[in-house]
Antibody, heavy 116, light 110 residues
Framework: EVQLVESGGGLVQPGGSLRLSCAAS????????MHWVRQSPAKGLVWVSG????????TYADSVKGRFTVSRDNARHTLYLQMNSLRAEDTAVYYC?????????WGQGTMVTVSS | QAGLTQPPSVSKDLRQTATLTCTGN????????AAWLQQHQGHPPKLLSY???NRPSGISERFSASRSGNTASLTITGLQPEDEADYYC???????????FGGGTKLTVL
């Protein structure tokens, strides 16, 4: 079964850091671009970042550029998102998503709350 | 980053047909086409169609998508209670070098 399972969310103070993980199974992980997409009631679905199959290419939304870093470990079939200098507006459910012509496989999401 | 435009809500009767729209520009919908996602409350989004009119395996033929210029459409025929959900469009924007989403349409089946 193709599956993505996120972890690492939680409550963090403004200015703090958090690292999200996404464990992939059921497909050849290294063959796919992978992305992080977040969702909040205020802003809906927002693409955050993407990384190509071998990890050599990354892209970011302007709102997180310079603060977030996406990476992957293909040997461990795991995607990561390092989030630094977190702000209240980063509060959202963060989804790990596989790209195959579109965002075809989504994880269940992990909640990140930035609040003092 | 600019997003795609969707009507906030659509209401249709059971067994009727609903057509949802998603308007972008020549850098996103008009260029790369759009994908459609369905999201039920408390669940992650689910891909319904991609590159305008391709359906992943397992998606009902009641869902069909199309594009005309910079506007993508999702048509749902024979509406069922389980079709009540939020529907989002997405596309790659070549000008922004970013993926963009619509704000979502809440479909109510009466």
């Amino acid at each position: 079964e193709v599956q993505l399972v996120e972890s690492g969310g939680g409550l963090v103070q403004p200015g703090g850091s958090l690292r999200l993980s996404c464990a992939a199974s059921g497909f050849v992980f290294s063959s796919y671009w992978m992305h992080w997409v977040r969702q909040s009631p205020a802003k809906g679905l927002v693409w955050v970042s993407g990384i190509n199959g071998d990890g050599s290419g990354t892209t970011y939304a302007d709102s997180v550029k310079g603060r977030f870093t996406v990476s992957r470990d293909n040997a461990r079939h795991t995607l990561y998102l390092q989030m630094n200098s977190l702000r209240a507006e980063d509060t959202a459910v963060y989804y790990c998503v596989r790209e195959s012509a579109a965002f075809d496989i989504w994880g269940q999401g992990t909640m990140v709350t930035v609040s003092s | 980053q600019a997003g795609l435009t969707q009507p906030p809500s659509v209401s249709k009767d059971l067994r009727q047909t609903a057509t949802l729209t998603c308007t972008g520009n020549s850098n996103n919908v008009g260029n790369q086409g759009a994908a459609w996602l369905q999201q039920h409350q408390g669940h992650p989004p689910k891909l319904l169609s991609y590159r305008n009119d391709n359906r992943p395996s397992g998606i009902s033929e009641r869902f069909s998508a199309s594009r005309s210029g910079n506007t993508a459409s999702l048509t749902i025929t024979g509406l069922q209670p389980e079709d009540e959900a939020d529907y989002y469009c997405s596309a790659w924007d070549s000008s922004l070098s970013a993926w963009v989403f619509g704000g979502g349409t809440k479909l109510t089946v009466l």
